[in-house]
C-alpha cells in the first residue's frame, strides 16, 4: 500500500510542461512568420565605399558585377530585358523601392541604365548600396 501511496504523491507533486511547450511552439510560429529574409541578387559584388551610407532593406535587388553583368533575383539578365523584368518585380510589390548593388569595377553606364529603367516604370525610391567607410 505504502508503494501506491509513493507513486500518488509523485503524480500529485509532478508539473504539466504541456502549457509551458504550447507558448513556446506559438513563439515559434510567430518568430518565423514575422522574419524578414535577405534578398540576395545573386552575384558577389565589391560594394564602393561612400562616407554617407546608411542601412535599408530592399524589395527589389539588383547587382552589377565587375565584368558589368546584370544580376536580378539570382539570375543573369541581357540589358534590354532590364526594364521588363523590373517591370514584373514591380508589379509584384508596388510600394517596394529599387536597390543598386554595384561592384567597386561597374560601370556608371550600367548604374543609370538601371535607373532610368525603373524611373520610366515608375519607382521613385532607387538608391545604391555602397560600403560605410
Known amino acids: 500500500m505504502s508503494k501506491r501511496q509513493n507513486t500518488a504523491e509523485e503524480e500529485a507533486g509532478a508539473i504539466d ?19 524578414t529574409f535577405i534578398k540576395v ?5 565589391v560594394k564602393p565605399e561612400a ?3 546608411e ?16 544580376w536580378i533575383a539570382k539570375e543573369k539578365v541581357d540589358e534590354r530585358q532590364v ?15 529599387l536597390v543598386i548593388q554595384p561592384d567597386k569595377g561597374a560601370n556608371i553606364e550600367k548604374i543609370a ?7 520610366k516604370i515608375g519607382i521613385e525610391k ?5 560600403e560605410k567607410s
Open 17 to 35: 510542461l504541456t502549457p509551458m511547450l504550447d507558448v513556446v511552439f506559438i513563439m515559434l510560429i510567430f518568430f518565423i512568420v514575422t522574419a
Open 41 to 45: 541578387p545573386g552575384a558577389e559584388v
Open 51 to 53: 562616407t554617407t551610407a
Open 55 to 70: 542601412l535599408k532593406a530592399a524589395s527589389i535587388l539588383v547587382a552589377i558585377n565587375e565584368s558589368n553583368e546584370i
Open 83 to 97: 526594364r521588363i523584368v523590373l517591370e514584373r518585380l514591380y508589379s509584384e510589390n508596388p510600394k517596394g523601392w
Open 113 to 119: 541604365l538601371i535607373a532610368q529603367a525603373a524611373r
Open 126 to 130: 532607387v538608391s545604391v548600396a555602397t
